[in-house]
């Protein structure tokens, strides 16, 4: 039963996906089924490895990365002020940041478990891997998907046998990094979206827009939602990205708080079941990537939910696997496939250390 827990948890997300595109935005639910497809099937390849696999092309992995990185920014397609995509005309077109968490994962949890990190060159090795996806994404500029990659690395070197002084300097770094960011990179709308989440609420302008129609979206559900489309706010394009970013504000209108606490309740779970295979797991390598794909999992959906209903400002967050994009279904359905590799190899017994 261990095995199908994974999957059952991404069949009852994808099944909710494609009921509400089919609802709000009835002429993505084919594209999308065809992501599924695609995903499920890397979904399935991927756990069918051993773990030990990904270790050994983990860097090739992370240098195939930051080239792909790169591209965009010569010769991408910008789409929503947002040049991370490289089209590929009228077939397809990826965006590769999407695939950062899981390669960086993998290339990370090697040098914290092959190399000493209190040495001062493994420390600034270890800064250099997460800081080049990181600002090479940046300068996309994708803020949303720079945040949550961040927050996910950055959850494994916490964790990791790391000293008190270079917490410290981390810290140091990253406001420094943070005040560059929002001084030379950042765009005029972007910080406009941060500083109206901390102005007056009260009038609606062109920055709160967003946000207030997804509270009128979420509020108006109530228990039992509108039905199935039958939403107001999403149906007459009031509420804006009703497929990628506001998609959980979508499925408050229509499915009330009963579809809002389950979604709540089936990522709860996903993230609890990543942290219970961490804890399973003998190998240390899949300690470190499961911490970060639950890491993953539960700062990228509570930073969505959030911006959803008003508790956080809005960054241009997708819901992994419930929102509307090929390329992020692809690359959930391959961390969560190294989750289920690294679920399959469990032993009997086995105790939980980071070190």
Known sequence: MR??????????????????????A????????????????????????????????????YFGLCFLLIVPLMIGKTTRGIAGWIDFGTLFSIQPSQLAIPIAALTLSHVLVKENIQKIRVFLKVLLL?????????????????VIYILALGSMVFLSPISGRYLISV????????SFGWFFVLKPYQKTRITSFMSDTSKVTDANYNAQQALIAVGSGQIFGRGL???????????????????FASLAEELG????????????????????????????????FSLTAAATLIFQS??????????????????????????????????????????????????????
């Open 3 to 24: 095995l199908w827990i994974l999957p059952i948890l991404m069949v009852v997300l994808s099944l909710l996906s494609l009921l509400l595109l089919k609802s709000v």
């Open 26 to 61: 009835p002429s993505l639910a084919g594209a999308q089924f065809v992501f599924f497809g695609l995903g499920f099937l890397i979904f399935g390849v991927t756990a069918r490895f051993p773990y030990s696999w990904y270790e050994k092309w983990a860097t090739p992995a």
């Open 130 to 146: 997460i800081g080049i996806p990181a600002g090479l994404i940046l300068v996309e500029p994708d803020l949303g998907t720079t």
């Open 171 to 178: 810290l140091v770094l990253s406001l420094i990094a943070v």
């Open 229 to 247: 489309g039958q939403g107001v706010q999403s149906h007459l394009r009031f509420l804006p990205e009703r497929q990628t970013d506001f998609i």
């Open 257 to 288: 708080l009963i579809g809002s606490v389950l979604v709540v309740v089936v990522y709860s779970t996903l993230s609890l079941f990543c942290l219970y295979v961490a804890l399973r797991t003998a190998d240390p390598l899949g300690k470190y």
């Open 302 to 355: 509570g930073v969505n939910m959030g911006m959803n209903v008003g508790l956080l400002p809005i960054t241009g967050i997708t819901l992994p696997l419930l929102s509307y994009g090929g390329s992020s279904i692809i690359a959930t359905c391959f961390l969560l496939g190294i989750v289920q590799s690294i679920n399959r190899q469990l032993p009997a017994k086995s105790s939980f250390h980071l070190t």
